[in-house]
């Protein structure tokens, strides 16, 4: 049961253009949620989050987007530069009913920013 | 320089042949967590463990043990690898204790690529 969701595998950008990254999610206890970066050969790098009482996260180029009733979140980037390129996480955490915490994480999307 | 640190970045063994993963931290979190990545299934999360002798199953436990005897390091045992288990782990750790924080990213490891023959 894939708990969250990133339904496209891959995408390919402009240099200069926005890039916008989706993210559906199930479970309605999830209540953080954050966006990774990873490049090959090293691990996921954190680059933004999003607690579920706010709908939007700016940071820089990053903007963050959380829609509670869709169960959608999306990550912006803008402008997208070809250092951007590389694999995008992302991730949505909750309590556990025996009082731990987890952090689930989606299939990511290998973004491509075209020079 | 704050960092997660695994050992080793290659290992390549045999079926059955026990090993163990180091995983260690120096930014005094309490919430470590063992992933591995696959094509197509992304990050699966093994263990965790929210603080000192506290570890929990994640979504994919079998053929994998933990131990957290010490807040630094929480180690990755194999006790008896099969090929399936071919794959690359990542460990993480952050800040979350026993509050709910905001700001409690995960912070990651560079990664141990792991093949069973």
């Known amino acids: 049961d894939q708990q969250v969701k990133q339904n496209s595998p891959s995408l390919s950008v402009q240099e200069g253009r926005i890039s916008i990254l989706n993210c559906d999610y199930t479970?309605?206890?999830?209540?953080?949620f954050l966006w990774y970066k990873k490049y090959p050969a090293e691990g996921p790098t954190f680059l933004i989050s999003?607690?579920?009482?706010?709908d939007k996260n700016e940071d820089g180029r990053f903007t963050v987007f959380l829609n509670k009733s869709a169960k959608h979140l999306s990550l912006h980037i803008v402008p997208s530069q070809p250092g951007d390129s590389a694999v995008y996480f992302c991730?949505?955490?909750?309590?556990?009913?025996?009082?731990?915490?987890?952090?689930?994480f989606g299939t990511g999307t290998r973004l491509k920013v075209l020079a | 320089e704050a960092q997660v640190t695994q050992n080793p970045r290659y290992l390549i063994t045999v079926t059955g042949k026990k090993l163990t993963v180091t995983c260690s931290q120096n930014?005094?979190?309490?919430?470590m967590s063992w992933y591995r990545q696959d094509p197509g299934l992304g990050l699966r999360q093994i263990y965790y463990?929210?603080?000192?002798?506290?570890?929990d199953k994640g979504d994919v436990p079998e053929g994998y043990k933990v131990s957290r005897k010490e807040k630094r390091n929480f180690p990755l045992i194999l006790e008896s690898p099969s090929p399936n288990q071919t794959s690359l782990y990542f460990c993480?750790?952050?800040?979350?204790?026993?509050?709910?924080?905001?700001?409690?990213?995960?912070?990651f490891g560079n990664g141990t690529r792991l093949t069973v023959t």
């Open positions: 991730a949505a955490s909750r309590s556990t009913t025996s009082g731990t915490y987890k952090y689930i």
């Open positions: 463990s929210m603080n000192v002798e506290v570890t």
């Open positions: 930014m005094n979190h309490e919430y």
């Open positions: 999003i607690s579920s009482i706010k």
């Open positions: 479970n309605s206890m999830f209540d953080y």
């Open positions: 993480a750790s952050s800040l979350l204790g026993d509050w709910r924080g905001w700001d409690s990213p995960l912070h």
